[in-house]
């Protein structure tokens, strides 16, 4: 009866441990989509956001990407911005598009991660981008796009992104 009891409580602390572990160490893919979920509350901005909130999280978005990160947002002359950037550069680019609106938003929705290789992983999502301009202009942009995120030491930096052109007229 004893060592009934003793396997019992054995089997409930194993089982206890393992869901700890399932839990609490997150995957490669939760560490993934939680990257895009910060770089989405980083860009996005709400009216009267103070000069030190702005100037974090210009730092942040920085901090997500790998140095040099490569872009290819090309098809429209307004936001076509092609090329290799650093992090400085990235952070810059940030600052300038996000004082173009009073209001930001961006939402990320459909991610679909595979991880090629060890450390890499290719997403492909729709990005929204909403808001309102600082003229007053609404603005709703959504965009198919695919990133590669690489993995340096413990974190996952965006590498690239890239606009997925669906349709042409």
């Known amino acids: 009866m004893v060592k009934l009891r003793h396997a019992v409580i054995a089997g409930f602390v194993v089982l ?18 939680k990257r895009f979920d910060l770089l989405a509350q ?6 009267g956001e103070d ?3 702005m100037a974090n999280r ?10 040099p990160s490569e872009f290819k947002v090309e098809g429209d002359p307004f936001y076509s911005f092609s ?4 992090r400085d ?3 810059a680019y940030a600052l300038r598009g996000r004082s173009y609106f009073s209001k930001l938003s961006l939402k990320f929705h459909d991610l679909k991660i595979e991880f090629p290789e060890r450390d890499t992983a290719s997403v492909s999502f729709t990005a929204r981008l909403t808001g309102k301009s ?3 202009e609404a603005v709703d942009e959504p965009r198919e796009m695919r990133s590669v995120l690489k993995k340096t030491e413990k974190n996952w930096l965006f590498s690239g992104f890239e606009v997925v052109e669906v349709l042409k007229k």
């Open 16 to 33: 206890a441990g393992l869901l700890a572990v399932y839990y609490l160490l997150p995957s490669e893919e939760k560490k993934v989509r």
């Open 42 to 47: 980083y860009v996005s901005k709400e009216p």
């Open 51 to 53: 000069l030190f909130s």
């Open 58 to 67: 210009v730092k942040n978005i920085g901090s997500l990407f790998s140095d």
């Open 83 to 86: 090329g290799t950037y650093s």
């Open 89 to 91: 550069e990235v952070s």
């Open 134 to 136: 600082t003229g007053g």
